[in-house]
């Protein structure tokens, strides 16, 4: 039967389709690629619905990434442009900055996504400078950078970052291998509202990236730069001297650094949660006792990170005992940790992780045997 336009049941039947395709389409909504493109399949009118442009603001293609060429990117550039807010190309080895047929370019990306603002593509090492130059100067609100394992990445890629991505919130960088400070500096000047930076990996940088971010990133919250073994007591003085809001510091292998860096961070960052200190053999207990003592100690610190600390003791685990929010601590290499000086710990906070190896003891010589006994432990070369 036929409704009359001016019918009162034409309206009726018009408002609970128009209900029904605003329910499907808020369904769709919280759906992911794959399920998106079967409902795709199912009829005209799903395929209206799963490929509108609004239900693909977060794209994650990192279970398809051997399977991306570039006429996958472009599609998805074309499609969903306008929409599109967080996309994520993690692992797809063709994606780099040539246009041939098999290799997913980043300037059409660019081209077409203007409102991005959040891009992972880490460990695409086909990337260079002139993807990124593409990238940041169409794309001028992102967000959140994820370039870790992109090994061609020099300074001035980041130079072009720094200049076009004043919104820029999270970056990381980890195994970049060849960037500097020079281009780190550049990214502090220009990405003054930085929260999070990785550079674990990046062994070229020195103390003067930790004073391009005490003076200019007054916001950062999180910073990881394990493996950098160039950074020093001096740069740490100038970061937590001007950045209090820090809450998580992966120092692991910063073998320089000494008991005045943790000074400062008791002093200056009252926030900090997670700490690691891994093969800081120049750590004392010393420095764990104002770390323990410290304005972030009593409802803040929850996991610190002392593997391969050799001159750790117990005492540090007394210094620690009054950090009521510890909930992880790890011990592994200690040698002068003990049984005792953890279970003495536990007394005062009973619900702590504490992850600790301790060698089984050797066992002693045969009687009558002259061949040299090894525990498990011992590696024979």
């Not at 100067?137 to 061609?152: D, I």
């Not at 730069?225 to 820090?246: I, K, M, P, W």
């Not at 008991?259 to 690691?276: E, K, N």
Request: hydrophobic fraction near 35%; charged fraction near 20%.
């Amino acid at each position: 039967m036929l409704l009359r336009k001016n019918s009162v049941s034409f309206w009726l039947w018009r408002s609970a389709y128009l209900n029904r395709r605003c329910l499907c389409s808020r369904i769709f909504s919280f759906l992911d690629v794959v399920t998106l493109c079967r409902c795709a399949q199912v009829s005209r009118s799903w395929n209206v619905l799963a490929l509108d442009g609004s239900n693909w603001q977060r794209i994650d293609l990192f279970n398809f990434q051997r399977d991306i060429e570039g006429r996958v990117v472009e599609n998805i550039s074309k499609r969903c442009g306008g929409f599109l807010r967080k996309l994520s190309l993690r692992g797809c080895l063709g994606v780099g900055d040539s246009t041939n047929l098999y290799n997913a370019p980043l300037p059409p990306l660019s081209e077409g996504c203007h409102s991005l603002e959040q891009l992972n593509i880490s460990w695409c090492d086909q990337v260079t400078k002139d993807g990124i130059q593409a990238l940041v100067r169409s794309c001028p609100g992102l967000k959140g950078l994820f370039l870790k394992g992109c090994t061609q990445l020099e300074d001035e890629a980041l130079k072009q970052i720094g200049a076009h991505c004043p919104e820029l919130v999270t970056l990381n960088l980890q195994t970049c291998s060849q960037i500097t400070d020079e281009g780190l500096i550049t990214i502090c000047r220009g990405c003054h509202r930085l929260q999070s930076l990785c550079v674990s990996g990046c062994a070229n940088i020195t103390d003067a990236i930790l004073h391009a971010l005490g003076q200019n990133c007054p916001r950062l919250r999180i910073l990881e730069v394990a493996r950098c073994s160039q950074l020093t007591d001096v740069g740490f003085t100038t970061l937590a001297r001007n950045c209090h809001e820090l809450e998580k510091m992966d120092l692991e292998e910063c073998v320089q650094i000494t008991d005045g860096t943790l000074i400062q961070l008791s002093i200056h960052c009252p926030r900090l949660q997670v700490l690691s200190l891994s093969h800081c053999e120049l750590i004392t207990d010393d420095g764990i006792r104002h770390l323990g003592s410290g304005p972030c100690a009593h409802d803040c610190l929850e996991v610190i990170e002392l593997d391969n600390c050799p001159l750790i003791t117990d005492a540090s685990l007394e210094h620690l005992k009054s950090c009521h929010s510890l909930d992880r601590i790890e011990l592994y290499d200690c040698q002068q940790i003990t049984r005792a000086g953890i279970k003495r710990l536990r007394t005062h906070l009973p619900n702590i992780k504490v992850h600790a190896y301790f060698a089984p003891v050797t066992p002693p010589p045969s009687v009558g045997g002259s061949r040299q006994r090894f525990c498990r432990c011992c590696v024979l070369l």
